[in-house]
C-alpha cells in the first residue's frame, strides 16, 4: 500500500511539479486508480485555460470518496468564480489551497521543462533563534516543537523535520495531521493549530502525505501513531525555539531504562524525564474510542508533558561521558496520563515512512 | 526493539542484561493476560530497584486487581504502578 502510493504521488508530484501545483491525493488507494490516465489527458488539455481564470493557481487528480477521479481546480481564496462544473464529463471542484510556495528544486529531481527554477529560492532567515512562544504564529520557516494540526483538530505539536533524501516532511502523530485516520491525504497541515488560532489555509506548512492507520481495538497491535505532512526547507526548520534544545541529531538511540530524556512542545516546552519502562503495551484513550499499542516508551514524571505536546520529539538528555548521545532521537511523544508520557520507538516511526531525521 | 548488544538498562551490567531478557520475555507472553486485569492500562518492563521487573499499570488501585495481580511471573517480580489513564495528547 505505501508503495503504490509512493508511486502515484510522485507522479501526481511531476504533475503538479509541471503545473506549479501541489497535488490533492485521496485515501484508500487499491491497486491502479481507474480512469486515473484519462484524468491526466484531460487536466493536460484544460489546465492552460484554468489558469487564465484569476484565483486559480494550480490543477491537480484527486479522487472522491468513492474512487472516481476530478479534476482540482486549486485556488488562492474562496471566492474563485467562473469555473465548469465538468471537464469532458469529469467532474470538477474547487480547493482553497493559497499561494502555492515554490518547493525546495533539486538537481535530478523532478524534471520537464516546467521545474527549472531560473532564480533559486533565497534560503529564508530564521526566526526561531528569537521565538519563545511555541503556542504562536512562527514567522517561516517554523520552529520544530511548536503548535501544529490539521484543520479539524484542536493543536499538536511538529516534532521534527524528516527527509527522504529529496523531500522534506514535519513529523508528527495520525492524531495530530491525520485527525484518527479521518483525513484524506493532501489535507492541509497548519502552523499553529487551530486550537492557538492557526487559519487555513493562511497558516498551511504542509499537507498530509502519509500515516500510520490507528486500528481502534484493546488487542490491537498498534506500533505508533505517527503521520507526516510535506512541507519544505521554506516552511520548516529544524531547530527548536530559543528556549528548547537546538537541532536534533539524525543518528538515533533506542530507548534503554534510566536513560535521561528531554523534549520540547507546544505545551510544556522543554521538559526532561527519564525512561521509567520499556516494551510497554498500552491501552489509549481516543475520542474514537480505545487503542492498544504495544512495545512502546514509558517516561516519567508526570509532567513531562500535558495535552498539546503530541507529536513531540524525544531526545537523550546527554551530560558528561553521554553528552556525545546529547539530542539523538528516542521516541515520538503521543499520549499520557497524570503520571507518565507515552512515546513510540523513533526508529520504527522512521522505517515506516522512509525517512530520517533531517538533523545535525 | 532490543538487539543483541544493547543494553536495556542504562549503564549497567550483563547480569542485568539477562535479568532484563527475562522481564522482556515474561512481558511478551503474559502481557496479553495482565491487560484484563481490571483497571490495568499498560503493562511493560521497568525497574524495581536495580533490577529489571514486570511493571503493571492501572488507573487505579482496587481490592479486585490487588487479589488477582501475581507477585512474580517466570521468576520475575511484578511491580503495581498507579498512572491514572492514558490518554491521547
Not at chain 1, 226 to 236: E, G, M, P, V
Request: include cysteine.
Amino acid at each position: 500500500m505505501k508503495i503504490s502510493r509512493r508511486v502515484l504521488l510522485s507522479l501526481l508530484l511531476i504533475m503538479g511539479t509541471v503545473l506549479g501545483t501541489s497535488p490533492v491525493l485521496a485515501d484508500k488507494w487499491v491497486g491502479s486508480p481507474p480512469g486515473l490516465q484519462r484524468a491526466m489527458e484531460v487536466q493536460d488539455r484544460n489546465t492552460d485555460h484554468l489558469l487564465t481564470v484569476p484565483g486559480v493557481v494550480g490543477t491537480a487528480i484527486g479522487f472522491r470518496g468513492d474512487g472516481a477521479p476530478v479534476v482540482l481546480v486549486l485556488t488562492e481564496h474562496a471566492l474563485v468564480g467562473g469555473l465548469p462544473k465538468s471537464l469532458e464529463g469529469l467532474p470538477v471542484l474547487a480547493r482553497v489551497s493559497g499561494k502555492i510556495y515554490a518547493r525546495h528544486h533539486r538537481a535530478g529531481h523532478g524534471g520537464g521543462p516546467g521545474n527549472e527554477d531560473p532564480t533559486p529560492p533565497e534560503e529564508p532567515s530564521n526566526s526561531c533563534p528569537e521565538a519563545t512562544d511555541p503556542k504562536a504564529r512562527i514567522d517561516r520557516p517554523v520552529c520544530i516543537g511548536s503548535s501544529t494540526g490539521h484543520p479539524s483538530i484542536t493543536a499538536g505539536t511538529i516534532g521534527a523535520r524528516v527527509t527522504d533524501g529529496t523531500d522534506v516532511y514535519a513529523l508528527s502523530n495520525n492524531h495530530v495531521y491525520a485527525y484518527e485516520n479521518q483525513a484524506v491525504f493532501g489535507d492541509n497541515a497548519l502552523q499553529p493549530g487551530d486550537f492557538d488560532g492557526g487559519v487555513d489555509p493562511a497558516d498551511v506548512i504542509g499537507t498530509l502525505f502519509d500515516f500510520e492507520p490507528i486500528t481502534f481495538s484493546d488487542t490491537a497491535n498498534n506500533l505508533m501513531d505517527a503521520a507526516i505532512a510535506l512541507s519544505s526547507t521554506a516552511n520548516l526548520s529544524n531547530i527548536t525555539l530559543s528556549n528548547g534544545y537546538g537541532v536534533p541529531k539524525s543518528t538515533t538511540q533506542t530507548a534503554s531504562l534510566n536513560l535521561k530524556v528531554k523534549k520540547y512542545g507546544r505545551t510544556t516546552k522543554l521538559t526532561k524525564g527519564v525512561v521509567f519502562a520499556i516494551n510497554a503495551t498500552v491501552d489509549v484513550n481516543y475520542s474514537n474510542g480505545v487503542a492498544q499499542f504495544v512495545d512502546q516508551i514509558i517516561i516519567t514524571p508526570g509532567d513531562f508533558s500535558a495535552p498539546g505536546d503530541s507529536g513531540s520529539l524525544i531526545v537523550v538528555d546527554g551530560k558528561g561521558r553521554n553528552k556525545g548521545d546529547d539530542r539523538k532521537p528516542v521516541g515520538l511523544l503521543f499520549a499520557g496520563s497524570a503520571l507518565m508520557t507515552i512515546a513510540s520507538p523513533i526508529d520504527v516511526v522512521l522505517d515506516r515512512f522512509g525517512v530520517t531525521i533531517d538533523g545535525e | 526493539m532490543l538487539g543483541a548488544g544493547l543494553s536495556i538498562v542504562q549503564a549497567m551490567g550483563s547480569e542485568n542484561d539477562m535479568k532484563g531478557t527475562l522481564a522482556v520475555d515474561a512481558v511478551k507472553s503474559h502481557a496479553e493476560q495482565l491487560m484484563k486485569l481490571p483497571g490495568v492500562v499498560a503493562v511493560g518492563v521497568g525497574l524495581c530497584d536495580t533490577q529489571p521487573c514486570v511493571k503493571v499499570f492501572a488507573a487505579a488501585s482496587s481490592p479486585e486487581l490487588l487479589a488477582q495481580l501475581p507477585k512474580e511471573i517466570d521468576g520475575v517480580i511484578v511491580a503495581l504502578e498507579i498512572s491514572g489513564v492514558v490518554r491521547a495528547r
